[in-house]
């Protein structure tokens, strides 16, 4: 694991963005298509108000979400409302999006049309990734029941999983998804989520601390 601080957000939201932005450009000189993946919630919404104005062949990029509540697009808790409020804007509009939600399924019942969506996207050219206090990353709980299915070396890419406490179920992508990127950042703030990072190191289990999957290879980015 790489731990880079910064003195601000500010700073780390733009450079984080030209990080990816240099990223997805270095792949699209290899390949007619990339991908990439990001995490919803507002942490990285300034990362991608900087982004969306990067002169990029955003119509070879497809963005999808790491994770999705189970809710229509337009939906307040919606991670692909605020994705679309602060990424598809400016030259990013032309970016290809890979939603999740389907109209009158349940989350099992649409996770498997997902996963044969999702890959022929992978494995993904960049992948952010955020992490909750309780180590969590993308939809990937501990304490879920579906946790050790989603952890499985055979796992398909996308599953329904349930969050303890969730208002909403969710689909994720799973681990060998996540393990697989070809770079791979996690940008986390403020001093509890250090202490959150420094603990998912010291237990390296992804069923205790679920973003400790990711850590072996994952850039890590902090700022108070």
Known sequence: ???VEYPDREMMMIDLAQILAMELEEALRRHDQVSMAVPGGTTPGPIFDAL???????HRVTILLGDERWLPEDAQRS?????????FQERAARANFLPYFRAGLGPSEA??????????????????????????????FPGSPDLPAALADDAPPVMA?????????????????????????LVITGPEKRVALEEARRLNDPLAAPVSLVLDRAIVHWAE
């Open 52 to 58: 969306c104005a990067v002169d990029l062949d955003w």
């Open 1 to 3: 694991m790489k731990l």
């Open 161 to 185: 999983l349930r969050a303890p406490g969730g208002l909403e179920p969710r689909v994720s992508l799973t681990a060998p998804v996540l393990q697989n990127a070809q770079s791979i950042h």
């Open 111 to 140: 996770a498997p049309e997902l996963a044969d969506l999702v890959a022929p996207h992978l494995p993904l050219s960049s992948l952010l990734l955020g992490m909750g206090a309780d180590m969590h990353t993308a939809s990937l």
């Open 79 to 87: 991670n692909a409302r605020l994705l679309k409020a602060h990424l």
